[in-house]
């Protein structure tokens, strides 16, 4: 189990960038896979991008809808992920969450939400017209 807590949230208009952090305690997140997911009222939660950042190799996966426009990337020494968010979109504004599962169910199911057991509070990212 590992505890997550994201920052990096604002406002932004249209064809802005942010970056949204992750920091992770309590496991080394070399040991998990990743995600990041998002959601707006009424809906469920998206996955945007997924990772694992490991010994056994660093993959990276990604909706289509971000595809080009965002980047996971990791910084082992302070334990911490992060998800550079370019070009932005009003299509982008939801409430943004990381989330940790075991390392070895990632890859075709790193967007699956139900699988993922840690999650952290949420950061909001608002992209204005």
């Known amino acids: 189990q590992v505890q997550l807590v994201e920052s990096g949230g604002g406002s932004v208009q249209a064809g802005g960038s942010l970056r949204l952090s992750c920091a992770v305690s309590?496991?080394?997140?070399?040991?998990?896979?990743m995600g990041w997911f998002r959601q707006t009222p009424g809906k469920s939660r998206e996955g945007v991008a997924g990772?694992?950042?490991?010994?056994?190799?660093?993959?990276?996966y990604y909706a289509n809808s971000v595809k080009g426009r965002f980047s996971f990337s990791q910084d082992a020494t302070k334990n911490t992920l992060y998800l550079q968010m370019n070009s932005l979109k009003p299509e982008d504004t939801a409430m943004y969450y990381c989330?940790?599962?075991?390392?070895?169910?990632?890859?075709?199911?790193?967007?699956?939400?139900?699988?993922?057991?840690?999650w952290g509070q949420g950061t909001q990212v608002t992209v204005s017209s």
């Open positions: 309590g496991n080394d997140v070399r040991n998990y896979c």
């Open positions: 990772a694992y950042f490991g010994v056994r190799g660093s993959y990276t």
């Open positions: 989330a940790a599962k075991t390392w070895a169910r990632c890859g075709d199911t790193w967007y699956m939400a139900a699988e993922y057991n840690d």
